[in-house]
C-alpha cells in the first residue's frame, strides 16, 4: 500500500474500544522484554507480543491538517492494524479523534523497508523508478534506521523502540540520542 498513512496505536485504546468492559489498563512488555503486569502480554501459542503499541494504517478519516502533516484531532479515523505481532493483527478500529489529541495515534517514520526486503541499512534493496531516493507517497524520504535516533522525523516512544527493534535484528546496536 503505497498511498497509506501510517500510525502507532496505543494497544489500550484499542483495548478500551474493542472490550470497553473488561479493560483494566496498560498491559504490555516490562524492563528487559521480562513480563510485566498480566499473563495476557505474551501468548507462545499465537506469538503476539504486545509492548504498549501497534502499527496501523489509516483506512478513512484523519484527514492530514496543514503544511505540518499533522493528523486532525477533531474527526474519528478507521485504522487496519497491520502487526504481526500483535494480537489485533487485520482488525479494523474506528478510534475517536480525541485519542490523537491525547497521543495515543502517532504518525510513523518511513523508513524504506516496509515489506522487510532491505540491504540491511533499513532502505529497500529494489531501485526506484527514477533513480532518486526512496520517498513515500508524501515525498518523505527514506532514512532507515539511522545512528543518532534524535533524527527520527516522528520522535516518540513507539518510533524509538521500533528503530532499536529493528537495529538490534541487523546487528547495528549502538545508538545515540542528540549531540
Known sequence: M?????????????????????SSGHKRLGMHGSLGGTSNDFDPDSHTV?????????????????D???LDGKSDITLQVDDGESEY??????IPGSAIEEGMVVMQN?????????????????DNDNGGPQVN???????GYPDDLITLTHLHEPAVVHCLKKRYQRDMIYTNTGP
Open 110 to 126: 518511513y523508513h524504506g523497508d516496509e515489506d522487510d526486503e532491505d540491504d540491511g541499512m533499513g532502505y529497500d534493496s529494489d
Open 2 to 22: 503505497a498511498d497509506s498513512t501510517k500510525v502507532w496505536v496505543n494497544t489500550t485504546t484499542i483495548d478500551s474500544i474493542l472490550h470497553p468492559a473488561t
Open 50 to 66: 504486545n509492548w504498549g503499541w501497534t502499527s496501523a494504517t489509516i483506512v478513512s478519516g484523519g484527514h492530514i491538517s496543514g
Open 89 to 94: 493483527n487485520r482488525v479494523q478500529v474506528k
Open 68 to 70: 505540518d502533516g499533522a
Open 137 to 143: 507517497f508524501d515525498g518523505e524520504e527514506a532514512q
